[in-house]
């Protein structure tokens, strides 16, 4: 099977890019987590780098709250992206921060020390001296020009819309952006043993075993069997 590039996995995570989903697109377990932290990784060695952080700054305003700061720290700490630039993690901590969003006071506490404080494509020295610093940035002596990150709630879709499309979301409305949440999704997805769960999202063994366990007493997880998965 396909696998979902960026842009598509972005779109299914509620950023509107152009670029078209498969047909059986609702078959994909596309994580949050996982893809905020592809795309902040990457978005450096990126020619639109500049239009793609103002979509994720206003991603983060509208769905920010959703973020599961523990998992995303275990997404990281995967091989996959050893040695890679977290400065635009740092970034975004910091902008989320700024909204009152408590849920990535971690992310801040760990990837703004040493993340850089210029940015190609957002650090304008000109355009830094006439307009000023954002306020947001300044308290962390980032070098970003005031105004230059404008953010639009027409480049993602709503909390309604984007629940309609992404399962994990929905449960997240629901249940929190907690565990117990993953958890449901995996099972409406077809997991049916606490292993599968660990692979699927990344949760450790002890809570995916109770979690599911709970579930299942809950008549929860017999409804969800023999579904199909593209993880």
Same mark, same amino acid.
């Not at 590039?5 to 609702?26: A, S, V, W, Y």
């Not at 993340?115 to 970003?144: C, H, M």
């Not at 997805?189 to 999202?201: E, L, M, Q, Y």
């Given at each position: 099977?396909?696998a979902l590039?960026?842009?598509?996995?972005?779109?299914?995570?509620g950023c509107?890019?152009?670029?078209?989903?498969?047909?059986?697109? @609702?078959?994909?377990?596309?994580d949050?987590?996982?893809t905020?932290?592809?795309?902040?990784?990457?978005i450096?060695?990126?020619? +639109?780098?500049? @239009?793609?952080?103002?979509?994720?700054?206003?991603?983060i305003e509208?769905? %920010?709250?959703?973020?599961?700061s523990?998992?995303?720290?275990?997404?990281?700490?995967? %091989? +996959?992206? &050893?040695?890679a630039?977290?400065?635009?993690i %740092?970034l $975004?901590?910091?902008? $989320?921060?700024?909204?009152? #969003?408590?849920?990535?006071?971690? #992310?801040v506490? &760990?990837?703004?020390?040493?993340?850089?404080?210029?940015?190609?494509n957002?650090?304008?020295?000109?355009?830094?001296?006439?307009n000023?610093?954002?306020?947001?940035?300044?308290?962390f002596?980032f070098?970003?020009?005031?105004?230059?990150?404008r953010?639009?709630?027409k480049?993602?879709?709503?909390?309604?819309?984007l629940?309609?499309?992404?399962?994990?979301?929905?449960? @997240?409305?629901?249940?929190?952006s907690?565990? @117990?949440?993953?958890?449901?999704?995996?099972?409406?997805? %077809? $997991?049916?043993?606490p292993?599968?769960?660990?692979?699927?999202?990344g949760?450790?063994?002890?809570? $995916?075993?109770?979690?599911?366990?709970?579930?299942k007493?809950?008549?929860?997880v017999e409804?969800?069997q023999?579904k199909?998965?593209?993880?």
């Amino acid at each position: 099977m396909k696998a979902l590039t960026l842009n598509q996995k972005l779109r299914m995570i509620g950023c509107t890019f152009d670029e078209d989903l498969p047909e059986n697109h @609702r078959e994909y377990l596309v994580d949050i987590e996982k893809t905020l932290a592809e795309v902040l990784t990457s978005i450096q060695n990126m020619t +639109e780098s500049h @239009r793609l952080v103002t979509i994720i700054f206003t991603w983060i305003e509208i769905h %920010g709250w959703c973020l599961n700061s523990a998992k995303f720290l275990k997404v990281i700490d995967r %091989g +996959e992206f &050893k040695g890679a630039n977290f400065s635009y993690i %740092g970034l $975004a901590s910091v902008f $989320a921060v700024s909204l009152k #969003l408590r849920n990535w006071n971690s #992310l801040v506490k &760990k990837f703004e020390p040493t993340a850089d404080r210029t940015f190609r494509n957002l650090s304008d020295e000109a355009v830094l001296f006439y307009n000023g610093p954002e306020k947001w940035a300044e308290a962390f002596r980032f070098q970003i020009p005031k105004d230059s990150l404008r953010t639009n709630p027409k480049w993602v879709l709503s909390r309604r819309a984007l629940a309609e499309l992404n399962l994990q979301y929905r449960n @997240r409305l629901i249940y929190g952006s907690d565990w @117990r949440s993953d958890v449901v999704t995996a099972i409406q997805f %077809g $997991a049916d043993r606490p292993a599968t769960i660990v692979k699927w999202i990344g949760i450790s063994y002890e809570p $995916a075993y109770r979690i599911f366990e709970d579930l299942k007493d809950a008549g929860f997880v017999e409804q969800h069997q023999n579904k199909k998965v593209i993880v």
